[in-house]
């Protein structure tokens, strides 16, 4: 018997919960085959088999939190056939004897079954959704289970076995006028909630606030926008701007690219700028290594990259780890201004917000409409002054009203 063990992962991960076996006991594996799905902190991350045989002795089932090197279920190695051979025991007369006895219980089909696996999408909609799938009908003749019989699976509930129905009769609804829906909380979004009740908790959060005029931006992007696409392959979107921007004021107020360790600062040389990106299963913050050294197309590509790798449910824990500082965009569903919160460790974090034409006093005797956004820095005043802080988003706004300043670098 070989031994299947929950691997090292990363550093910062110890534990996961297991959200799905992609193998059934008694089923055939080879070396390489996915065994089942972890959800950790930050990922989900799907768990090889080292070995090939049959699996056996699941230790540990969906749902559970194991720890990195636990053994959760075991291989008998060799080959199916070996593996198999001890469960058939009865004569070949009695086995003929007792299908016939038990054909008429024997209506459903292979699809009603589920002895075929649930796709990647399928599986990942039925955890959003609280869906059993042994109890979901399968429109595949091979059984496999479909996103969309689950959806379709989510719209009506599936009668649920006899001992469950009368264990929840017992229970008296909270209140028949007031009705709920209780959803277990995932293992990502409980870290989230932990993770940022503890910042709260343990930094000196303060926000200070700033406006920024996009007229030059927006016209550079319609001036420059098709050759831009046609030299690149990729739109010029606003992120590049504020990326780069964010860079130089780092470079300008480095205790902004830093972090507390026990009693000292550690100020960072580097800029691994995290992009925020929402997704189905929360915040994930993928970042963006070496921003410094990135051209605009460059960084427009590789945010693009990493949020739909994002969205896909696909990023690795590389993604994930070692950001210096954030921006959080919260403009893309019409935040007009927000405070946001540190991405522990890191001390600083910058929120965009939605752009509004507004009237602007351009001198005192001229208002004009003007595209304006309100941009947001929150930091760890342990470290960092308010009179850094100020300077921080006052370079980002010089840098946007003037982009010929990224050319200049001044």
């Known amino acids: 018997m070989a031994d299947v063990i929950i691997p090292e992962l990363a550093e910062s991960i110890t534990e996961g919960t297991i959200a799905q076996w992609l193998k059934n006991p008694g089923e055939r594996v080879e070396k390489g085959d996915y065994l089942l799905e972890l959800e950790t902190d930050k990922v989900n991350v799907e768990i090889i088999a080292e070995h090939s045989g049959v699996l056996q002795n699941t230790i540990k089932a969906s749902g559970d939190t194991v720890q990195v090197g636990e053994v959760v279920a075991q291989i008998e190695e060799g080959s199916a056939e070996s593996a198999e051979a001890p469960k058939v025991e009865a004569p070949k007369e009695e086995a003929k004897t007792e299908a016939k006895t038990e054909a008429p219980k024997q209506t459903q089909t292979p699809a009603a079954t589920h002895d075929y696996p649930a796709s990647p999408a399928a599986r990942k909609l039925a955890r959003e959704r609280g869906v059993d799938l042994s109890q979901v009908p399968v429109a595949d003749p091979l059984g496999r289970v479909s996103k969309q019989d689950v959806a379709n699976a989510g719209k009506a509930p599936s009668p649920a076995p006899a001992s469950s129905r009368s264990s929840e009769e017992k229970k008296p609804a909270e209140n028949p006028a007031k009705p709920v829906e209780r959803q277990k909380m995932t293992r990502r979004r409980a870290t989230i909630a932990k993770n940022l009740v503890e910042v709260q908790q343990t930094a000196a959060i303060l926000t200070t606030f700033n406006e920024v005029d996009l007229t030059a931006v927006m016209e550079l992007r319609k001036k420059r926008k098709d050759d831009f696409l046609a030299e690149h392959d990729v739109k010029l979107g606003f992120m590049s701007f504020f990326t780069k921007a964010v860079v130089s004021a780092l470079k300008k107020y480095p205790l902004l690219n830093a972090e507390i360790q026990g009693n000292e600062l550690v100020i960072k040389k580097f800029y691994d700028i995290g992009v925020a990106v929402s997704t189905n299963d929360g915040l994930v913050v993928p970042v963006v290594r070496d921003a410094d050294r990135l051209g ?31 921006i959080t965009n919260g403009g893309t569903f019409g935040s007009l201004l927000s405070t946001p919160i540190l991405n522990a460790p890191q001390v ?63």
């Open 296 to 326: 605009f197309a460059d960084i427009e590509k590789e945010i693009g990259r990493l949020a739909l790798k994002a969205r896909d449910s696909k990023l690795a824990l590389s993604d994930l780890q070692g950001g210096s500082f954030t």
């Open 348 to 410: 600083g974090i910058l929120g965009m917000h939605t752009i509004q034409y507004r009237p602007v006093a351009v001198d005192r005797e001229t208002v004009e409409i003007r595209p304006m956004m309100y941009i947001a820095l929150s930091y760890d005043h342990r470290i960092v002054d308010g009179k850094e802080a100020v300077g921080f988003l006052v370079r980002i706004k010089e840098l946007l009203e003037d982009p010929e300043k990224f050319l200049l670098e001044v």
